[in-house]
């Protein structure tokens, strides 16, 4: 799937961080859902929601915690996602 490959970057804050691909974007009601799928181990894909107010926020990146480093109970690692990876080839609003 060409979203993969574009956005197979993205990686948590973690040593060794955990890497990721978009594997699905769809707008909903307020925003994106985003699915990621874990590229560097087996993992059940995830659901991110990213609100159309971070997308307007003036930031690169939208930061979201990293649902890997959660379930191991650490919380404070954090996953980049770049805004032109989270709507590329998305119809508009």
């Known amino acids: 799937m060409a979203d993969t490959e574009v956005a197979a970057g993205l990686a948590c804050s973690a040593e060794p961080p955990h890497r990721f691909a978009i594997a699905e974007r769809k707008r909903a009601r307020g925003g994106i859902v985003l699915t990621l799928e874990r590229l560097d181990a087996p993992y059940p894909p995830r659901d991110i929601f990213v609100t159309t107010r971070e ?24 996953i980049a996602i770049p805004k032109e990876e989270i709507d590329t080839g998305l119809p508009p609003e």
């Open 55 to 78: 997308m307007k926020m003036s930031n690169d990146d939208v930061w979201k915690p990293c649902f890997v480093c959660v379930d191991r109970g650490v919380k404070e690692k954090a």
